[in-house]
């Protein structure tokens, strides 16, 4: 007789004997990828290998189970997933023995900080066979409580979400309740389509649906009431700790979300009628004209958090959408301080090299370059405090002013009442400076400026948006800057990216995979003494695996042969190697993977977002370079 899949591989867990009984997958696959597994470093699934492979999609897996309604332990189908370790699964199900109060294992996983609830509900919904609902993004019918009341879906925990012809969709915390289910098909009917969400979603949007029905009843949100909303937003937005708010006109709601260490994450909800009175009020707290809907604008706040204890310097944006207007408050004097010079994350010898060869010479132009958001502001301000000092004039010109210094003039750029960024610059030289800051090169104007006054022996610092150190000096070749001009006043230019650190609390040590070490242009022994890792996701981090942001630096010092090379109108290339060659460049992807070898940030992120331009010394070379 014939065994079964799940009998011929008993090591291939629950889900991949499905595949295969569906004709998705063949026993030699996987059978083969049972050996794959066997000799991998790293602890991955089959089902990841399985995927990695190319023998299936996620789509596939996720189709069979939910066609299937796999009947196998929800710990094991959280192992088998890849969404946590079979020893935190032995844990959990070791607590729950032990414990008297009798919690089912999924709030006991999320309770302890073993699953986020969120990936635990898209198991369920694997599992259980039911389509998973995330309420925060819906705004609920009010019509569909005339049938229900807000305290029997309370009760029995479960909530109605549309209606599509006689069909209820409603969302059950747990489905296979034979009570809840009985109850809701008799106020409801016999054909509803049963979701699974959170109980706390649940609760909340019960919750928000009551609130929106009284205030129907009573007229739309008075003023007091949105002012309560926006500064709870703004010190939610300090709690957090993060760098931009984003408030979005959807079609149905108001999404609010808040970029954290540069990645992008919902915070909340609104309900769609109270969005002319959140623009209007933050039009008023930011100057702008409350009348005008159809231009975009720009605005400045100066928020006072009672909550936190001191002002909130923000810029504001109003967008014009086919929803109505998008608001981003960029948060400036945030929290943090200025960075020391020795605190902004360069290793101990390009700093060294940094501060003796570009900020210790008298005149010249030091350039901090890189995309939006990657940190060039605050290396300014780092470099601009460790200038400042009793014997030297510094004075700025920035839009906007982002951290106030005593003892510097700082001038912030305001078109509405004349002062420009040309207008300024104009008189910037009158002023008696020794040094000179420029928030950003954005024009052959500015650069021009930059170079002029470097000339006339001040010195010069300011920043520009391009991909790397090398693409300063290209950039401004384009700005038809003349060559002998870029090599007699540049001092250096200082590349950089923000990557996200990993999380202490829940790092492990982490062993690349042949394709992550042949993406990295290394062979395996090559990266001998180096400690990977990479967080699992816990409370601390919000089951990100990461928590802060850490910069990553390339550092380019106009040496002779490098100026040389610039007025020999050498390419990049031949300019790159030169100075890898006499001046110690360390590029972007090579400073990202030492950091990433000594434990500090992730590999994929390395991968993901640093430019790879050509192959990496060796790590000990690097080391050595870098003096770590």
Avoid at 268 to 273: G, I, K, M, S, V
Avoid at 474 to 496: K, P
Wanted: overall charge neutral; hydrophobic content about 40%; some cysteine.
């Amino acid at each position: 007789m014939q065994k079964n899949p799940e009998e011929l591989f008993p090591q291939a867990g629950a889900i991949a004997p499905l595949l295969v009984k569906e004709s998705l997958l063949t026993k030699d696959q996987l059978s083969y990828a049972i050996r794959v597994r066997s000799k991998l470093a790293s602890k991955k699934t089959i089902i990841d290998i399985i995927q990695e492979l190319g023998y299936v999609t996620g789509d596939q897996v996720r189709d069979t189970l939910r066609k299937n309604r796999v009947a196998i332990r929800m710990g094991d189908l959280l192992v088998e997933l890849g969404y946590m370790r079979e020893s935190d699964l032995q844990a959990a199900l070791n607590l729950q023995k032990e414990g008297a109060s009798g919690m089912k294992l999924g709030d006991l996983l999320v309770a302890h900080g073993f699953i986020d609830e969120r990936k635990l509900l898209e198991v369920l919904a694997y599992q259980l066979g039911f389509p998973q609902v995330e309420l925060e993004f819906r705004k609920l019918d009010k019509k569909l409580f005339t049938k229900a009341s807000f305290q029997t879906c309370r009760d029995l925990l479960f909530v109605p979400v549309e209606k599509t012809g006689d069909v209820f969709t409603i969302a059950f915390a747990d489905p296979l309740d034979k009570k809840s289910r009985e109850i809701a098909e008799s106020i409801f009917g016999k054909n509803i389509s049963p979701a699974i969400t959170s109980k706390l979603e649940i609760l909340e949007a019960l919750t928000n649906a009551e609130k929106n029905a009284l205030h129907t009843e009573k007229g739309v949100a008075d003023e007091n009431t949105v002012i309560g909303i926006i500064n709870t937003l703004f010190d939610d937005a300090i709690t957090e700790n993060a760098s931009d708010i984003h408030i979005e006109p959807m079609k149905d709601r108001i999404r609010i979300r808040l970029r954290r260490d540069g990645v992008m994450m919902q915070h909340r909800d609104l309900p769609l009628e109270l969005a002319p009175q959140i623009s209007s009020r933050i039009k008023v707290m930011a100057q702008a004209d409350i009348a005008e809907k159809r231009r975009h604008q720009d605005g400045r706040i100066l928020f006072e958090s009672r909550k936190h204890g001191f002002n909130l310097d923000m810029r504001v944006s109003f967008y014009i959408t086919i929803f109505g207007e998008k608001i981003v408050l960029r948060l400036l004097n945030k929290k943090g301080s200025i960075l020391e010079i020795n605190d902004i994350g360069m290793a101990p010898r390009m700093l060294e090299h940094f501060i003796y060869d570009a900020l210790d010479t008298p005149t010249g132009v030091m350039i901090v370059t890189g995309p939006t958001g990657s940190g060039k502001t605050s290396t300014l301000y780092s470099c601009v405090k460790y200038l400042n000092n009793i014997n030297t004039s510094i004075i700025t010109a920035e839009d906007p002013v982002e951290f106030v210094i005593d003892g510097i003039s700082q001038c912030s750029i305001n078109p509405k009442i004349g002062v420009t960024f040309e207008e300024t610059l104009r008189h910037i030289v009158r002023q008696d400076p020794d040094i000179i800051v420029l928030g950003e090169i954005r024009d052959t104007f500015s650069a021009e400026t930059a170079i002029q006054a470097a000339l006339t022996g001040h010195k010069v610092l300011t920043t520009f948006h391009t991909e790397d150190s090398i693409g300063g000096l290209i950039r401004l070749m384009n700005m038809e800057i003349e060559a002998f001009l870029i090599s007699s006043t540049v001092v250096c230019v200082v590349a950089q990216r923000l990557l996200r650190l990993v999380c202490n609390h829940c790092a492990e040590p982490y062993v690349p995979t042949p394709l992550e070490i042949s993406r990295l242009g290394y062979m395996a022994p090559e990266l001998a003494g180096a400690e990977f890792r990479e967080g699992k996701g816990c409370k601390e981090c919000r089951f990100t695996g990461f928590k802060g942001r850490t910069a990553i630096f390339e550092l380019l010092v106009l040496n002779e042969p490098v100026k040389e090379a610039i007025l020999g109108d050498k390419s990049s290339a031949e300019i790159r190697r030169l100075s890898m060659e006499t001046s110690g460049l360390v590029t972007l992807f090579e400073d990202g993977l030492v950091k990433a070898a000594r434990g500090l940030i992730s590999i994929h992120e390395v991968l993901r977002d640093l430019p790879r331009i050509s192959k990496p010394r060796p790590l000990h070379e690097l080391k050595r370079i870098l003096g770590i």
